[in-house]
Structures are given as C-alpha cells and as structure tokens.
C-alpha cells in the first residue's frame, strides 16, 4: 500500500522456486531510471509483478527476467498501468514474456509508450483487459487469451516493419491506392 518511489533504484532477486525482482500489493508505485530484474529461479521469474489492484508508473527503467520455467519482464495481474521509455524483456526459460497481463475475470490496462518489449513466447500476452502499445518495438508476436485483448498505433517490430492495430505483422500501413489519384 501507499505511495512508493523508486528513482535509481537497481533491485534483482535470483534462484530458489521463484524471483521476482519487485513485487508491488495495491501500492501506486512509481519507477524511473531504475533496473529490476529477477532471474534463475526454478519456476517463476518476473521483473516486477503487480497485484490487488496495484498500479505502475515506469519511466526510464529496464525489467527483465531470464531462466526457470517462466520469465516475464512486467506481469500486472489487475490495475492500470503505464511505462514510458522502458526495456520489458524475458529471455532463457520455455516460456517467456515481455508483458503478460490479466488474471482469470481481472481486465488491468496497460499502457505502453515508446519502449521496448520482447519475449521469446510473446512479446506482449492479455488474458483479460487490454494492453495498449504505442510508437514502440515488439519482438516476438502479441497474444491474446479468454477476455483479453492488445491494441497497437505506431509500432513496429523487431525488424521494423509496421504492425497493425491487432499488434500483427505483415499488413500494409501506407493506406489506400486510391487516395492518390492522379487528375
């Protein structure tokens, strides 16, 4: 609970069952120019996880998770959420997140602006609410399960290609042909 800020902040759990470098329970936690980070546990490793209806400000940070079962650099459970200018990555485990939101008939927001987010099973996964990115890079494709939902302006992935609305390569984003009509 409360109000916390973390500013320059470098905080990293590793090993045991599960490591999660910051775990925020119904706090408005503000982060800026920090590093969480949360690796080598046999099962769960996230970077910051968020629940009770918590909510994150993140500028200028970097979260990452590695190894075990599971990595996930952001996981929020419900609340709203937004970063900026931030490094979301998940790396090393058979199952791993840049963001995975949501939680059974939970539907947090999170918002996500010019920042960068990979996972190797995706880059950005809702179960329930909806994550929203723009003028930022995906690597690794968006998901979507149960109530969940994604939606991208601005964003491209990891080979710079724009991605549609729905978060999908491979679409044409100069519009219509027919708006160009020579007289």
Not at 87 to 92: V, Y
């Amino acid at each position: 609970n409360g109000t916390p800020v973390l500013d320059y902040v470098t905080a990293s759990a590793s090993g045991g069952g599960t490591s999660i470098g910051v775990a925020n329970y119904n706090a408005a936690l503000t982060v800026s120019n920090s590093t969480l980070s949360a690796a080598e546990a046999s099962g769960y490793n996230a970077g910051l996880m968020t629940t009770f209806g918590g909510t994150i400000r993140a500028i200028n940070t970097t979260m990452t998770a590695s190894g075990g079962a599971i990595a996930v650099g952001l996981r929020t459970h419900n609340g709203n959420h937004t970063v900026a200018n931030v490094t979301l990555s998940a790396s090393g485990a058979p199952e791993s997140y840049g963001v995975f939101s949501g939680w059974r008939f939970a539907a947090p927001i999170v918002n996500v602006h010019q920042s960068r987010v990979s996972g190797a099973t995706h880059s950005i996964f809702s179960v329930g609410g909806t994550i929203k990115v723009g003028g930022s890079q995906l690597t690794g494709t968006a998901g979507v399960n149960n109530q969940g939902s994604v939606l991208c302006a601005l964003s491209y992935n990891e080979n710079y290609s724009p991605l549609s609305p729905a978060c999908e390569a491979n679409w044409n984003a100069s519009g219509p042909v027919s708006s160009r009509r020579g007289r």
